[in-house]
Nanobody
């Protein structure tokens, strides 16, 4: 099982970026998918989650600025980031877990079984 993130890069404050998460050997629509991020010197934190049933969840800092979505035909999960800020600078990770993930636990990293290697997002002018 391999998860691969892409789409990171350098973006100016106030700009937009879309991250992608794809997988080999399994269909992402059968899993709950989370996006996490980790900035230098900080702990990894949950950004957003889309469950198998389509329910979506966001961290407070992402609400209203980020959007998570699925494209089952492409076996891809997207994280659209808008109005980005310098504090959004982090390595962004995609993670997957089968079964049921409870609403109150979507942001807990040990709830997820498979992880990608991450993609760097840098917000700077």
């Amino acid at each position: 099982v391999q998860i691969v993130e892409s789409g990171g890069g350098l973006v100016q404050p106030g700009g937009s970026l879309t991250l992608s998460c794809t997988a080999s050997e399994f269909s992402l629509d059968e899993y709950n998918i989370g996006w996490f991020r980790q900035a230098p010197g900080k702990e990894r934190e949950g950004v957003s989650c889309i469950r198998r049933d389509g329910s979506t969840y966001y961290a407070s800092f992402a609400e209203g600025r980020f959007a998570i979505s699925r494209d089952n035909a492409k076996n891809t999960i997207y994280l659209r980031m808008e109005q980005v800020k310098p504090e959004d600078t982090s390595v962004y990770y995609c993670a997957a877990v089968a079964g049921l993930i409870r609403e109150e636990k979507w942001w807990i990293e040990y709830e997820y079984d498979w992880w990608g290697q991450g993609t760097q997002v840098t917000v700077s002018s």
